[in-house]
């Protein structure tokens, strides 16, 4: 008598979701090596993080020193290849210590937004209801502040430094990435590996920082690369306004010590302009690159 039908079924196999997620991610790194944005914008990151990382070896001396005849034209001295400004400091030197000025602001304004934009999304977005209502009217609130009138305002009333400006243009940026984050956690909370996870009586924190939130990150890190520029951005105009920090060299404080030699010393604002837009341009192509590589529509 066959009894195939009293005997327990076997369990099924798990699906293979550790290689599918593998191969998924080599799919999406090719992808992005293979994109000639993201090649480009890597290799211009790469130099001017090069230049910030090695300025203290390259350039011992304190940027802000005098070391020079003013205004020597770029090529007139091989000891200063790239010339000197009007108070006869090396411009070389200002780049490079400016760059680590400039970089070490926009990660850490980044993170800083990320940290506050993640925790308020995530939280009106996974629970929904009152919570929602009330952390999204704070945000549309802080909305509706123009950011760099925010930051002005936080900046003017600490002490100017690297750290507070850092702090400042985090704190009014956040904003987007809740909102965002939101956007994708409504999306995501009623999927089925939520579903299943709520059955197994995992709690709220797991569901939220270990389900929903990988599968939210693709969005977020693209936006990692604007919020890095627009904090460049916003601290070199700080830094032109002089409200910078008066002890640190940064690339907007050259250009605005060099706009009344627009004239005749153009060089001066070309060349810390230009590491502006070098360094924006490559996170605005790294960025690019992301969005594609991470586009479901293009990962099928």
Do not use: C, K
């Amino acid at each position: 008598m066959p009894t195939d039908f009293l005997s327990p079924s076997l369990p099924q196999a798990a699906p293979p979701v550790i290689a599918v997620s593998t191969r998924r991610r080599a799919r999406t790194l090719r992808r992005l090596l293979s994109n000639p944005g993201a090649v480009v914008g890597g290799a211009l990151l790469l130099l001017i993080l090069l230049a910030a990382v090695t300025a203290s070896w390259v350039f011992p001396q304190d940027p802000l020193d005098m070391v020079g005849p003013p205004i020597q034209w770029p090529g007139q001295d091989p000891e200063f290849w790239l010339g000197t400004d009007t108070m006869g400091r090396d411009i070389a030197a200002g780049l490079a210590h400016g760059a680590r000025v400039s970089l070490t602001v926009g990660v850490t304004a980044a993170l800083l937004s990320l940290a506050i934009g993640i925790a308020v999304g995530a939280s009106a977005g996974y629970f929904g209801g009152w919570v929602d209502v009330v952390l999204m009217r704070v945000t549309e609130l802080l909305q509706t502040i123009p950011s760099f009138l925010l930051v002005v305002v936080i900046v003017a009333i600490g002490r100017p430094s690297v750290s507070v400006i850092a702090l400042s243009i985090g704190a009014a940026s956040w904003p987007v990435v809740a909102r965002l984050v939101r956007a994708e956690f409504r999306t995501l909370r009623e999927s089925e590996f939520v579903l299943a996870a709520r059955s197994n009586g995992f709690g709220h924190a797991r569901i939220a920082l270990l389900e929903i939130l990988p599968n939210a990150l693709p969005p977020v890190i693209v936006t990692t690369s604007v919020l890095v520029a627009n904090a460049i951005l916003m601290e070199s105009a700080l830094s032109f306004m002089n409200l910078g920090d008066p002890n640190a060299v940064s690339w907007g404080s050259m250009i605005g010590d060099a706009r009344e030699m627009l004239r005749t010393a153009w060089y001066l604002a070309a060349l810390p302009g230009l590491s502006i837009v070098l360094t924006v341009l490559s996170l605005n192509l790294l960025g690019d690159a992301l969005n594609d590589a991470f586009n479901p529509r293009l990962s099928a």
